[in-house]
């Protein structure tokens, strides 16, 4: 089965640092670019990051460019979200996700249960 | 690149169809994808490339457009298809998403 698993989530003061884990199954991790997308309490779906294939490649939105840096692990199948510089505003549930068929073009078609993470002083 | 959604809810009965639209503020091609989301769950991709159908998306979701402008339309509406939607333009990072369609049951 297709799956990826989100880890790493809590509660965390403003300025602090938090990392995201994400475990990928059932499919050939390195073929894959891969997405961090989240979603504050109530509102819309935000992309945060993606990076690709064998990391060489990476884009962050502009409201986490500098504080939040995305890598992957390919002999343990995992994508990763580092988090520093923690803000309120990054209150969220956290998912990963994966591009459809590879590539950026077609969507994000398997994601995993979300990881919330809470700034709260 | 921002994508506005409209309506931002919509009131429908088993049966009916709806109609969202998606608006790109810059040409996009058919770089579309549209997704479904029920409270407590991740989203689930139906349509991408604009109109193409995600594998296992029943035929009543289609979807249509391209440039900037673009639309979700549900036939035929079911129970398990009251949800909150929303586009997704995959042209360029990053890949930004319309603030989402709330589908009611009227």
């Known amino acids: 089965e297709v799956q990826l698993v989100e880890s790493g989530g809590g509660v965390v003061q403003p300025g602090g640092s938090l990392r995201l884990s994400c475990a990928a199954s059932g499919f050939n991790f390195d073929d894959y670019t891969m997405h961090w997308v989240r979603q504050a309490p109530g509102k819309g779906l935000e992309s945060v990051s993606q990076i690709n294939w064998d990391g060489s490649d990476t884009y962050y939105a502009a409201s986490v460019k500098g504080r939040f840096t995305v890598s992957r692990d390919k002999n343990k199948d995992s994508l990763y979200l580092q988090m520093t510089s923690l803000k309120t505003e990054d209150t969220a549930l956290y998912y990963c996700?994966?591009?459809?068929?590879?590539?950026?073009?077609?969507?994000?078609?398997?994601w995993g249960q979300g990881t919330t993470v809470i700034v709260s002083s | 690149i921002q994508m506005t959604q409209s309506p931002s809810s919509v009131s429908a009965s088993v049966g009916d169809r709806v109609t969202i639209t998606c608006r790109a503020t810059q040409a996009i091609g058919t770089w579309l994808a549209w997704y479904q989301q029920k409270p407590g769950r991740a989203p689930k991709l139906l349509i991408y490339t604009a109109l193409t159908l995600h594998s296992g998306v029943p035929s009543r979701f289609s979807g249509s457009g391209s440039g900037t402008d673009f639309t979700l339309t549900i036939n035929n509406l079911q129970p398990e298809d009251f949800a909150t939607y929303y586009c997704q333009q995959t042209d360029n990072f990053p890949p930004t998403f319309g603030q989402g369609t709330k589908v009611e049951i009227k």
């Open positions: 996700a994966r591009a459809a068929f590879g590539g950026n073009s077609y969507g994000l078609d398997v």
